[in-house]
């Protein structure tokens, strides 16, 4: 198995625009992680989803953030508009049972 | 390549103890260093985060500290309670931002 796949793997784009994060779980996991990198606040949360359906979006951090999952091979995160606060590496992670196995990640860089 | 080791690897602790869990770390140029508890079927949850120039973090019952000249970070907590089962997570960050976690400490409070 590949693993974790998440495009693009670097993004640079400017204040206002919208941006599109990808994922695609490892085959047979049925629950899927979006996390946020920041120098400030480390590794958090963002949504997770179990069998394709959104269970905490708690740590969504505004409005302008959205995910979905359409189906159990594929989920996106999406930005709009973005912000330079938005900056950061985007972690997308699967797992079937306990353990998380995450993507290399996107790095985002809003300027 | 950095590699982190937690100690030990399961835990079971009458409740009210107080408790040391351990994570070592093998490369001391680290970024910053964050425990998270991880609760069968969700997300990580982080705990307190610190920054490679910082000594300790505290947060209500928990206390954390890091000694990069040693490689190693102990999460204390205080009092424990059977609300605080759950495996916990050690999660170095590199300057690069690379992840890199520990194997998980699953802890048990017992009533």
């Known amino acids: 198995d590949a693993g974790v796949i998440q495009s693009p793997r670097h993004e640079v784009t400017e204040m206002g625009q919208e941006v599109t994060l990808r994922c695609k779980p490892i085959s047979g996991h049925n629950s899927l992680f979006w996390y946020r990198q920041t120098m400030m606040r480390g590794l958090e949360l963002l949504i997770y989803?179990?069998?394709?359906?959104?269970?905490?979006d708690s740590g969504m951090p505004e409005d302008r953030f959205s995910a979905k999952m359409p189906n159990a091979s594929f989920s996106t995160l999406k930005i709009q508009p973005s912000e330079p606060r938005d900056s950061a590496v985007y972690f997308c992670a699967s797992s079937s049972v306990e353990t998380q196995y995450f993507g290399p990640g996107t790095r985002l860089l809003v300027l | 390549k950095q590699e982190v080791t937690q100690i030990p690897a399961a835990l079971s602790v009458p409740e009210g103890e107080n408790l040391v869990l351990n994570c070592s770390f093998t490369d001391s140029a680290i970024y910053n260093l964050q425990w998270f508890r991880q609760d069968p079927g969700k997300g990580l949850t982080s705990l307190l985060l610190i920054q490679s120039s910082q000594r300790e973090q505290t947060s209500g019952r928990l206390n954390a500290s890091l000694d990069k000249s040693s490689g190693r970070s102990t999460l204390y907590i205080a009092a424990s309670q059977p609300g605080d089962s759950a495996t916990y997570l050690c999660v170095s960050s590199g300057s690069a931002r690379q992840l890199t976690f520990g194997s998980g400490t699953q802890l048990t409070v017992l009533p």
């Open positions: 989803f179990n069998n394709n359906v959104p269970i905490d």
